[in-house]
């Protein structure tokens, strides 16, 4: 039995593979990546089309192409593809190992790859043909994104995973192996319970991560047969071997030492080799997985990001301002991101701009766009020199985009403001909610978590129903919890104001049509 054809892999949106992500990551660092309204794309080990298919959504002038090993799972994604009518994506049944990286054999040439949770579980020959194939594959001016688990992070982990392999000795099936490990976790979680000391600790966020996984994670990463960490510096060697180069992470901050404080910096101040100061900050920030950019080894980029280029994109910030922003000096102050997670700010014109772009989001925009305000007021409150200081306010900017606080994009985008009077969700929304999907793709990528009232909602929106018929159709809260402490029109107002604050987040985020509404 294949594991692979009986535990359907999580199916989801992976932000930092989109076409958009990618490009605006391979024009900072020079490369003249193609535009992704219009490229062309192909995802290896696509499963169901989770990530791929609301990708064809979002970029209907661009052509994508998913290759999955499992007949089962591409087929699945084939009927929610017909079941939307999207007709510029389709997934099909291939092994890597058959596929010929040649480019006039069939499949041409690409302009982004995305090989998501493969390279690490896969053996070395498939390892190595996944490499070639990206070479052979991309577009001259194309980028391949792989994702892997390095050493030493993944050290902890891998003995973790050596407890459940040997728990699972004896037994073949897949879902019994689940069944059996899961167990082993509660055992580990009681029996770690009060063990002092920070490897334990460590071991009990694993545990606990664990637990809430989905079993295909736990299995593909901890039961499966195959899994290969390895060093950052062999990764890129094996790149180079098959006629890659390592353009960048995308996770940017995780480049610079200074993002590991101010000793690391200092501790790698003689490293020339950008290369080798990446191993070491995998070794100093016990690293144990990797998301990175790829192109071919004859295309043309630059070895540093530019500042310059940065200033170019327009920007977009899901923020909230602190009560008390400090625009007259430079002490810092928290910015809330959706999590609650709060991104330190200092400068004052920085604190302006991201002000100015969170008032906007979802829109993005160019920065010459929010600057002449921003600085006009911190000109009236800090000074002309505060004002003028660019340098500052890039450099603060760049940190935030960095460290993905804030979004960067090729071009501006600006989007309706208001509700519709009948909102409708989009048709790719309603048709994973049918299925019963507990998250759904957001217009950036994103996946959204669904509550049954949020999930109950989206069945309703239709672009017949205006708020009061919404409100009507959802069950009373008040009535079903048998609350009767409050009056009918109380609980009207609180079902009101609970299906106009899901509507919002729904608008926020991208699940309503954009084309308006009406059936």
């Known amino acids: 039995m294949d594991p692979y054809d009986s535990l359907s892999y999580e199916s989801i949106c992976f932000p930092e593979t989109h076409p958009e992500s990618m490009a605006v990551l391979g024009r900072l660092m020079g490369l003249a990546a193609a535009e992704p309204s219009t490229c062309r794309v192909l995802e290896l080990g696509c499963a169901s089309g989770g990530n791929l298919i609301p ?73 190595e043909r996944l490499l070639l194939l990206g070479r052979g594959l991309l577009a001259p001016n194309g980028i391949l994104y ?33 069944v059996v490990a899961r167990g082993v976790l509660d055992r580990l979680a009681r029996g770690l319970a009060d063990v002092p000391g920070a490897a334990a600790d460590l071991q009990r966020e694993e545990i606990r991560r664990l637990r809430d996984a989905p079993g295909s994670y736990l299995y593909f990463e901890y039961l499966d047969e195959h899994h290969s960490p390895m060093l950052f510096r062999d990764f890129v060697r094996a790149c ?119 008032d906007a989001f979802p829109d993005a925009l160019p920065l010459g766009e929010v600057l002449p305000q921003a600085q006009g007021s911190v000109a009236q409150l800090a000074g002309l020199a505060t004002a003028d200081d660019l340098s500052s306010l890039l450099a603060e900017l760049f940190g935030l985009f960095a460290r993905g606080a804030i979004q960067g994009r090729l071009h501006p985008r600006h989007l309706p403001r208001g509700l519709p009077e009948r909102p409708r969700v989009r048709p790719l929304v309603r048709a994973l909610v049918e299925e019963g999907r507990p998250q759904v793709p957001t217009r950036d990528h994103g996946n959204l978590d669904l509550d049954p009232l949020a999930a109950r909602l989206i069945g309703l929106l239709d672009g017949t129903r205006t708020l009061g018929e919404l409100t009507g159709a959802l069950p009373d809260p008040h009535r079903d919890s048998g609350d009767r402490g409050r009056g009918s029109s109380g609980g009207g107002r609180d079902a009101a104001r609970q299906v106009q604050g899901l509507l919002a987040l729904f608008h926020r985020y991208g699940l309503l049509d954009p084309e308006g509404s009406g059936p």
């Open 55 to 127: 990708m064809a959504e979002g970029l209907p002038g661009a052509r994508l192409l998913g290759i999955d090993r499992s007949g089962s799972q591409a087929e699945a994604g084939n009927r929610l593809i017909e079941a939307v009518g999207f007709g510029n994506v389709r997934l099909i049944q291939g092994d890597i190992l058959d596929l010929d990286p040649e480019p006039g054999a069939g499949l041409g040439q690409f302009d982004y790859i995305i090989a998501h949770g493969v390279y690490s579980w896969v053996p070395a020959q498939v390892q």
């Open 146 to 178: 792989v994702s892997y688990n390095v050493l030493p992070g993944w050290r902890l982990r891998g003995a973790l995973r050596d407890i459940l392999l040997d728990a699972c000795r004896e037994e073949r099936d897949p879902r019994q192996r689940l």
């Open 240 to 358: 180079e071997a098959a006629g890659l180069r390592y353009l960048c992470d995308t996770q940017l901050h995780t480049q610079f030492p200074a993002t590991l404080g101010d000793s690391v910096e200092a501790a790698l101040a003689d490293l020339e080799d950008g290369l080798e100061v990446e191993q070491w900050l995998d070794f100093l920030g016990n690293r144990a997985f990797r998301q990175s950019l790829l192109i071919r080894d004859d295309a043309e980029s630059e070895d540093l990001l530019s500042l310059e280029r940065f200033a170019a994109l327009s920007l977009c910030a899901d923020l909230r301002p602190p009560a008390r922003a400090r625009p007259r000096d430079s002490r810092p102050v928290s910015f809330a991101r959706p999590s609650g997670e709060g991104v330190e700010v200092c400068h004052p014109l920085t604190k302006g701009v991201l002000t100015a772009l969170g």
